[in-house]
């Protein structure tokens, strides 16, 4: 049998003997230049900027085998042979170097030598074209196919639906041309072909011939070169050349398969299988990529996935903590290709583990709420269950709505989606509190447009800023953007472009002329930059020198707090755990903020035992070296890596001290040694987003000025209380004592008002009515009140007080001659209202008294009070 392995190698290896440089799978959290796609869907986007030309590729043409992740066939995983949620796409790449002609040759040969498909076993289809986008049919790509020996019958034109294809809303796109496995007459009659609804024919290999970049508005421009971009499903193709139905019988699936039989203890259900299979897959590679479960984003996709995992879990009577047992066979099935599953492995159980057992505490309750509810639609013939009862499970019991709509559907039932997504847009607008914040769209600005033109002129710019900050440069390229505003390119620079967080350096270019330009910003393209600069008449000229200058304060300050969120997350690691990554952060001369994995809030031990750690590496003046080495090597040397950022094959290596305490890939400036910094301190520490904490730190002179504010705020306070600085807390402790004393008589006084309770007397059924609540008011001073307000409203008047307190409500009831003769009871009205708050009592008709034990029903008790009124007068 070939195994998955032996199809990557050879798929692989063909191209590398072709002349493709084989570049490593990207993680699925796509890196900062693409946020158009929450998650990696195919091997072409992380090359993205090469075909873009917005970054010179280290090849022209390339090979992977990318790890991808697609949402959109979450549903069908389990019911079909071949639908996955994560999968690895093999895939060949060509930037400007050969085109269809190349392409279709590669794949021809691949397939039949590679491979060993029989000519007539392989199907081709081709694009039709389509008016909307004014292209005609792709006659190109028929002549290549024929000219490589392909019989013209068994080639077949389809539309833009099939054959037209795109990464993303926006982005490279063009026509493509797909390959097709025929599986014979047992599969579906001689006259099926590729495109129509049967099973006869699969398809295992897209070769899209990449001309266009799609806009948000849907047009169509040409790319600055053609390019070439496949892919071929790994696992599609395992389960054609090792002759089985379904990518769930292939050799990467049977040991899953396998666990999920040996776990279950209830009837086995094979839908479930696969989804178990699928789903634990698909998180443990997000987990390793950096993703943690949240209600938003990937995190929530994640989320999805594990829950359903675990529901599905549950329903073959798997024992609790069965997900851990997959997540170590997915390491073991896939850790040999891909060792973040081996790096990560502590991090990744630390989620599961969190995620399974949080999750498994409420879905015992909301599977019996969906139950109750399910058996109330079917009981009282409805379709299925509301929009609002649907929320209630999501929001309470953190039920997904596709958990909700799966379980309902086998039941024949469905759900109000339209209102359901009403009700979730609600709570998102009030989660917003009313801001408006703009969110990505994946599109280039016009300024790093016009950046990515002008550095296509002469060699990259240098960046010397490690060790200069003022030098003299030749210009290289020039254009204006403004009246005063010009892109600059210089073949040195000292200025740092902003990038891993650290925000770009501010500083000065002066012209021979003596002319000063200020640099406000330093757009990074790969290894080039471009300088925005303003201030200037006239452009310097291209091949004239002038003097770059790095103002020195803000670098200073910023590459301090640089190396002080380094001490930080080492810091955060060690006191928190391993499972601490960096989800985020912003280094400027300012203050540094730190966004990391962690699933709970830190307690002021961890942030004093933080600081105190982060400072006495300050104190103990430990070199900050920096090293070139290899992305392999600085992963031996056990480097800290930040999630989402793309790595070259050579990564520039900064280590403290002797480097055990923080190791980091970093492209970054810091300071020479961590004396330097002179002094962090830890301004706030909060949620970011689900299981995402953040903290915001200052270092050196805008510590020390923070400290000397609080230390002058304190005194001011003493001052104030007449007291020492450290007596000043028990001071304010004593104060705020004593005024909750007197505010809560102030609220007593008030409530016992007998003119203040009864203005607040409405007419029902022409008598005069109060029902209140009124602070905790017991003994006789309670009757007493209900006696002078009755005597306030008159006769025809009746009085229901409830006095509250913590674990308990006294009620009274006082009822004036002309209501008694309409039928009003005092006894009646305190007993119905004691009921509802589990106690009892009783009295006259024109006084009554009652108590109960479960106040926060007190509301609800003067409902009933009032009901009973109405049901005497009415």
Known sequence: MTTTDEIRSTFIDHFEREGHLRVDSAPLVPATHDASVLLTTAGMHPLKPYFLGQQTPPNSILTSCQKCFRTTDIENVGSTARHLTFFEMLGNFSIGEYFKEGAIAHAWKVATEGFGFAPEQIWITVFAGDPELGLGPDQEAIDAWVAVGVDPERITQLGRKDNFWQAGPTGPCGPCSELYFDRGPEFGPDSERPGDDGERHLEFWNLVFMEYEQSAKGELTPLPSKNIDTGMGLNRMAAILQGVGSVFDTDQFIPLMALGRELATAEVSERSLRILADHSRAMCFLIADGV??????????????????????????????????????????????????????????????????????????????????????????????????????????????????????EHGLGVDEAGFELLMDEQRERARGGSATASPNGEVSALDLAAAQLAKTGAPSEFVGYSDIEIAATVTATEAVDDDAFLLKLNESPFYAAGGGQVGDVGQVVTAGGEVGEVTSVVRLGDDQVILLTGLTLAPEVGSTVTARVESGSRFATQANHTATHLLHAALRERLGSHVRQAGSYVGPDKLRFDFTHGEGLTQADIGAIEDRVNAQILSNQDVTWSQTTLDAAKEKGAMALFGEKYGAVVRLVEIGDGNFSRELCGGTHVRSTAEIGCFKITSEGSSAANVRRVEAVTGPVAIGLLREHDLNLSDIANQLKTTPDAAAESVRKRLERLRELEKVAESSAAVDPAGVSAQATDLNGLSCVFVEVADVGGKALPDLADRVLGLLGEDSVVVIASRASDKVDLIAA??????????????????????????????????RAGGKDPELTPEALLAARAVVEAATG
Do not use: C
């Open 292 to 409: 943690v479960p949240s209600n938003e984003e990937r995190g929530y996709i994640l989320r999805r996935l594990m829950r359903r995992a675990i529901l599905h879990g549950r329903k073959l009577g798997m024992e609790p903590g069965f997900l851990l047992a997959y997540a170590e066979a997915v390491e073991k099935v896939m850790a040999e290709n891909y060792s973040e599953l081996s790096e990560q492995r502590d991090v990744i159980r630390t989620w599961v583990a969190a995620e399974e057992e949080g999750f498994g505490r409420t879905l015992v309750a909301g599977s019996e709420s969906l139950d109750e509810l399910i058996s109330a639609a079917r009981t009282s013939g409805q379709e299925g269950i509301s929009a609002a009862d649907a929320f209630l499970l999501h929001d309470t019991h953190g039920f997904p709505i596709d958990l909700t709509l799966e379980l309902v559907a």
């Open 815 to 848: 009822v004036g001659p002309g209501a008694i003769a309409r039928g009003v009871k005092a006894g009646e009205i305190v007993a119905r209202s004691a009921s509802v708050v589990g106690g009892g009592g009783g009295g006259k008709d024109s006084m009554a």
